[in-house]
């Protein structure tokens, strides 16, 4: 198998703060390899990864770092999903919390509230590695 990357795509992004559209800008421009980043690392396993703080990464782990800090952002969530209808395609959505959510315990109550969301809606989904949502 060649290499993999992942790229971000133009339509499937929901920004609510316009200050942050300079960010979804930087990840459209560049591909991330196999295992950079939170969203790497969810489709490297093929489950959920999540940091509380991306300023741990440097610029070789997540190459995207210092536009995610230069636009605020620190907690970051990944998940990668595989649909029932298209069977070996694999979706990875990577969500960045609010930048006033820092505290571990409201990061862990917001994600709580996003997967409880994402199994309500995306019931033709499931986790890649074959666990249900």
Known sequence: MGQVCMSTTEVASYIID????????????????HGQGVAGRAFLSQNMSFCSNIAQFCKTDYPLVHYALMFGLTGCFAICLRSFY???????????LPPG???????KTLLGSILATMKEHFQSLKIAAGVEL
Do not use: S
């Open 18 to 33: 316009a200050h942050l559209w300079g960010f979804r800008e930087a990840c459209v421009e560049h591909h991330l390899q």
């Open 86 to 96: 298209t069977g070996d395609d694999d979706y990875v959505l990577e969500f960045f």
């Open 101 to 107: 959510i820092t505290e571990f315990h409201e990061q």
